[in-house]
């Protein structure tokens, strides 16, 4: 006891509480004052039995009086609670927000991992729904559809045309090639008729 009551003096003895708010001091000092309270009435023997009489008697009372009204119920204590005991909760939360606040940490996990998988997908396979283009070469074989579509075949099988050579808009085309604009890079492409 005397080892519990000197850590108890230790943690509320006012120098420690030289940083704490108000309230917290004059908690602090009204819990002092209970502590050397208590160990007065531990060290004086007739104080301590007069003690120890009030809680027996107080028990003989409250099991007197707690059968005849609380048939079959467990005997509760009614501490008195002052002002200061009292600690400033939040308001009442509904439902909606108590589930929100359960669930928050899920939801939020969730939406991380959700948008990682899909910003991973997007970084690795980002091209692969559009159209690859290969930059086309001299000498390379093409087909053209009806529209913007060329298509690359090999030059062994049938093909529409030949690229002979490149040219931006300031050079010629060698003889014997048409002038057409295949790509979308700006060149000119010098074609001959395939087989």
Not at 3 to 18: S, T
Not at 139 to 153: E, R, S
């Amino acid at each position: 006891m005397r080892a519990a009551y000197r850590v108890l003096a230790g943690r509320l003895h006012p120098d420690r509480m030289v940083d704490g708010s108000p309230a917290e001091r004059a908690l602090a000092d009204r819990r002092m004052r209970e502590v050397n309270e208590a160990w007065h009435v531990l060290q004086d023997p007739v104080r301590r039995r007069a003690y120890d009489d009030s809680r027996i008697q107080g028990r003989r009372a409250s099991t007197a009086a707690g059968p005849s009204s609380t048939a079959g119920k467990r005997p509760t204590t009614v501490v008195p609670v002052d002002d200061d005991d009292l600690v400033d909760v939040l308001p009442e939360m509904t439902g909606v927000q108590a589930g929100l606040f359960r669930h928050l940490p899920w939801v939020v996990l969730v939406v991380l991992f959700g948008l990682i998988f899909v910003g991973t997908a997007y970084a690795t396979h980002g091209g692969d729904d559009a159209p690859q283009r290969r930059p086309v070469e001299a000498g390379t074989c093409i087909d053209v559809a009806t529209g913007p579509t060329t298509t690359i075949v090999p030059c062994t099988g049938p093909h529409e045309l030949q690229i002979v050579a490149r040219v931006d808009s300031a050079t010629a085309c060698p003889a014997d090639t048409e002038r057409r604009r295949l790509g979308t890079d700006g060149l000119f492409d010098c074609v001959t008729a395939g087989s």
